[in-house]
């Protein structure tokens, strides 16, 4: 008789989250920490916690790119702390499943989200890195997806993952951070210095959002910077892949109304108009949850 929970894990570039999910896709327990330290004992010890004889098994979401069959990591661009991870080595004596983290969030939303009466879309996370996921015909593809790693500029900067001119090198919280400290280090006036109390290496996105919000120009230009290189990405996914919706994700959609709104108007003049015209861009409806729900979700599709 199938068991009536999973547990679902999400390890990103700055957070593991590791959660106890039913068949319904609730979310009975959480536990979320930083993914710092040793994350191998971290994630075990956290999937202990929350294991029982009535959990059928484990669904992991990883930043990068894995091999599903073999349980691994094959490398981590935003994580290299656990490149070549092998999963098998938790020894917990249920099926395990891993995948990458954008691809389950996609399948989250596709289960229990936005996605959920959408049959063909496009998932995007935007947050430390830039992440991609596809759900066709209401399945999701299995492949790498690694839309953050499209080259946007060929002689652009280099990237972590080795790539020249990435897009998330341009759109990501990281790129925002880094365009606006790189503006105050060359001194431009910005409220962000009274925020950050003169570190300007403390900003973060919601500190940029926020001073933007009270007419702060360099935190303007930042986001809308940012925003239209998303737009270049979102046009190109919309040329390739003709998806019915590009659903986006992760804290970056916060600043909607200044970042993504830049990025739908960008995606508008770049995208072939007939692709456009039938595309929904909108935001995840799962939160930070989206990750762990698809995880916890490829258990119970096996």
Not at 1 to 16: A, E, R
Not at 53 to 74: H, L, N, Q, S, T
Not at 238 to 253: K, Q, R, T, Y
Request: proline share 3%; with cysteine; aromatic share 6%.
């Amino acid at each position: 008789m199938p068991k009536p929970y999973s547990i679902g894990v999400d390890l990103g570039g700055t957070n593991l989250r590791v959660a106890l999910v039913s068949r319904k896709g609730e979310v009975l327990k959480k536990i979320k920490e930083p993914s710092t330290g040793d994350i191998f004992e971290s994630l075990k010890k956290a999937i202990q916690g929350l294991l029982s004889p009535e959990v059928e098994g484990v669904g992991i979401g990883v930043a990068g790119v894995v091999d599903r069959e073999g349980k691994k990591v094959i490398v981590s661009p935003n994580l290299p702390e656990i490149n070549g991870m092998d999963f098998k080595k938790l020894g917990f004596r249920v099926p395990l499943y891993v995948e990458n983290d954008a691809n389950a969030a996609a399948l989250g939303e596709a289960t229990m989200g936005a996605g959920k009466e959408i049959k063909n879309f496009v998932m995007l996370t935007l947050g430390t890195g830039v992440g991609g996921g596809i759900i066709h015909k209401g399945k999701l593809l299995a492949m790498a997806a690694e839309i953050g790693h499209m080259s946007i500029m060929a002689e652009g900067e280099k990237c972590f993952c080795g790539n020249l001119g990435c897009l998330e090198l341009y759109c990501s919280a990281r790129a925002i951070i880094g365009a606006a400290t790189r503006s105050l280090e060359a001194g431009a006036e910005s409220s962000l210095r009274e925020v950050t109390q003169g570190n300007i290496y403390r900003v973060t996105p919601e500190d940029i959002y926020n001073a933007a919000m009270e007419g702060d120009n360099l935190s303007r230009e930042v986001l809308k910077n940012a925003g239209k290189y998303l737009g270049v990405g979102i046009a190109n996914v919309i040329n390739i892949m003709s998806p019915d919706a590009v659903i986006l994700a992760g804290g970056l959609i916060g600043a909607w109304n200044i970042y993504v709104e830049e990025a739908i108007r960008e995606a508008s003049k770049r995208a072939f108009k007939s692709l456009y015209q039938k595309v929904s861009i909108i935001p995840a409806s799962l939160g930070d949850e989206a990750g762990v729900v698809g995880a916890a979700s490829l258990v119970f599709q096996s």
